[in-house]
Antibody, heavy 121, light 110 residues
Framework: EVQLVESGGGLVQPGRSLRLSCAAS????????MHWVRQAPGKGLEWVSGISWNSGSIGYADSVKARFTISRDNAKNSLYLQMNSLRPEDTALYYCVRDMGYGVQGNCDYWGQGTLVTVSS | QSALTQPASVSGSPGQSITISCTGS?????????VSWYQQHPGKVPKFMIYEVNKRPSGVSNRFSGSKSGNTASLTISGLQAEDEADYYCCSNAGYSTVVFGGGTKLTVL
């Protein structure tokens, strides 16, 4: 059974940093691209970042470019999101998501339960 | 990276068919057959419903179908049922390892 379990969320002040982690199990992690997708309270889905199976291709939404960094450790079956210079508008539930393919395609077949990030003073 | 455009809401009666549109541009929907659709019930995790424009993952009802013409993709739900009431999101590959979602459509089953 595919499982994606996010951690690392919490309350953080504006301008500070936070690192999210996602532990994957139940599939060959290094055969799939991965994404972070967020959802602000009461709002729609927003794609944040994606990374190919071997970290060779990475993309970011304009809203987080230069502030967030996605990475993965295939030996540890883990996905990460380093979030710097956090803003109140980054407040959201952050989902770890698997892509069906090796590359960043957008066919998001499995989703974690999410970890909540709240940016507030 | 502009969000794909979806109607804020659609509605239909049980048994009817409805279609949700998703309009992008020649940089995303128009360039790639990598459009997917997601269903989200309140407080739940999004569910993968359609991929690569018109393919259904295993376990998804054949009442759900997808299509694309030019820069606009569409999700059609036939034989509307009460449990179909949910929010629906489209998503497209936008090149250079980026992806874009639509703003979401609230489906109400009357």
């Amino acid at each position: 059974e595919v499982q994606l379990v996010e951690s690392g969320g919490g309350l953080v002040q504006p301008g500070r940093s936070l690192r999210l982690s996602c532990a994957a199990s139940g599939f060959s992690f290094d055969d799939y691209a991965m994404h972070w997708v967020r959802q602000a309270p009461g709002k729609g889905l927003e794609w944040v970042s994606g990374i190919s199976w071997n970290s060779g291709s990475i993309g970011y939404a304009d809203s987080v470019k230069a502030r967030f960094t996605i990475s993965r450790d295939n030996a540890k079956n883990s996905l990460y999101l380093q979030m710097n210079s956090l803003r109140p508008e980054d407040t959201a539930l952050y989902y770890c998501v698997r892509d069906m393919g090796y590359g960043v395609q957008g066919n998001c077949d499995y989703w974690g339960q999410g970890t909540l990030v709240t940016v507030s003073s | 990276q502009s969000a794909l455009t979806q109607p804020a809401s659609v509605s239909g009666s049980p048994g009817q068919s409805i279609t949700i549109s998703c309009t992008g541009s020649s940089s995303d929907v128009g360039s790639y057959d990598l459009v997917s659709w997601y269903q989200q019930h309140p407080g739940k995790v999004p569910k993968f419903m359609i991929y690569e424009v018109n393919k259904r993952p295993s376990g998804v009802s054949n009442r759900f179908s997808g299509s694309k013409s030019g820069n606009t993709a569409s999700l059609t739900i036939s034989g509307l049922q009460a449990e179909d009431e949910a929010d629906y999101y489209c998503c497209s590959n936008a090149g250079y390892s980026t992806v874009v979602f639509g703003g979401g459509t609230k489906l109400t089953v009357l």
